[in-house]
């Protein structure tokens, strides 16, 4: 009895972990699809600085986690996916620079709107890493408007170039039609135009007879 006691406690406890890992799954998920995407850190929930060693332990705890094929969450791969992309924006030299500048910038614009200095006491305060990830999101959706603009006037350039390219590659192929039309025509040409010339000489011929035959008084 006390056999069958252990074991029933044994499977509610193991019942109890399968449900607690599943609450820890579908909290992750939802706290990444609510992380603001911009901001790579957020979506890993690390702090700016970090070094790239704990980018690639966190990614690797938080995607073994919330993986597709270890829990039901519909919402999995939308999560992992987005985890992923932070992870590579994280590790791309490039875009972490980028991304640094723009909390950076989102710090000193802080700063400057409230006459701070960067030894006020104010910036070891809660509420100004409240304001500062807030002030971060503004500055990088402005930068992703500014890129997007940028993106978007570099394809009208480049399809104004393109439409330029096809104008002219349109005027040659007409030329090379034309000439070849006309060399096409060449034999034809000659030929009539050496109709006519013996059409011409013939007829001189019969005016100088005329003028010959011509009586005189």
Known sequence: ???????????????????AKEFDKDAEIDRIL???RLDAYAVLDLQPGVPESDIKITYRKKSLLIH?????????????????KAQ?????????ERLDEAIADAR?????????????????????AKKWREKTKEVLIDNEHR???????QLQEEGREQRKQDTE???????????Q?????????ISSWRTFQKGGKSGDGDKKKKKKLKPIG
């Open 1 to 19: 009895m006390a056999a069958e006691d252990t074991k029933e406690d044994k499977d509610a406890l193991d019942a109890l972990e399968l449900e």
């Open 88 to 96: 590579l924006e994280l590790t791309d030299e490039k875009h972490r």
């Open 147 to 153: 890129r997007r603009r940028q993106v978007k006037a």
């Open 34 to 36: 609510r992380a603001f």
């Open 181 to 189: 039309d006309w060399e096409s025509t060449r034999d034809e040409r």
């Open 169 to 179: 590659l349109e005027e040659r192929k007409r030329k090379r039609q034309h000439e």
């Open 108 to 128: 000193m614009l802080l700063i400057r709107a409230n006459k701070w200095t960067v030894d006020s006491p104010e910036l070891k305060t809660d509420d100004f």
């Open 68 to 84: 597709p094929d270890k829990t039901k969450n519909p919402q999995a791969p939308d999560a992992f996916d987005r985890l992923k």
